[in-house]
């Protein structure tokens, strides 16, 4: 299998740590749509990013409900570190001492404000929030991972829908020496029955016109029950849905997923021609777990990309 297989149902994340203080984490998730339906969920802060996230993953997928979400959050090792300046907190009660002389009335400060004016975070240049690029880059990172998903949970749906395929050869193989041996069958019973015709006459009906008439009601009964044409055309459907889920789409561009719902219509139309058609209980049970088949493929057709 080439990995051209893609389901429509996947997750990753990405997450890209700024310093000590904040994290930053993409979450890509999506499930199944009949069209390409994105939705991002950004801070306000970021919300410039969605037009190139935009083109980033329209780039990638052709089918899905999908969701962006840019999630921050504070890291384990976000707590700051106070450091005391003893020479601020000295100027400050010299400078509160000076002020007292002035204005007696004056409220002191309190050992909250000194350490709200007299103390310093530990901060660095690596907690400054990350650039665009590197967002982008997370991104791209995380889209990677999440293609991968898909393309393994495709392969996935792949195998399980060949199965279905080689099953429903094998019903088709079934059914292809069923129709001569039925046409046989009723050829000489068609015989027979004109057969008796002419000995009950007493010699009104002559023997040749009787068998000229039961060729011609077996003829008639041959193209009734003819399902040659179907069951041809069913080989030629599996061909292409095995040639697609192992190979991929010949032409660029195609959307495999719809490509295959198109090849499961025709089938489920060939099934229903060849049901219709059955002279025999065994040939409609065939037809009848082509159909379970062919319902069991269409299933998983629609998770397909």
Known sequence: MNGAVYSMTGFATGTLTT???LGFTFDIRSVNSRFLDLSFKLP???RHLEVKLREAVTGRLKRGKCEIRLNTQATAGSVSTV???MTRIANLLTQQAQILALAPNAAALSVADILALASSKGESSADAPPSDAALLGLMQTTLDDFMQARNLEGGRLAAVMLAQVQSLREQ????????PSLIELQRQKFLQKFG???ADSGGKISASSAEERALAEATAFALRIDVTEE????????DEIESLLTKGPDKK???LGKRLEFLIQELQREANTLGSKSATLETTKIAVEMKVLIEQLREQVQNIE
């Open 83 to 85: 450091t005391l300046d």
């Open 231 to 238: 069951v041809n055309r069913l080989g030629s459907h599996l």
């Open 196 to 198: 008796d015709a002419v």
């Open 44 to 46: 306000d802060s970021y």
């Open 253 to 255: 561009g195609t959307e």
């Open 172 to 179: 088709r193989t079934a059914v292809i020496p069923l129709i």
């Open 19 to 21: 310093g000590t203080s």
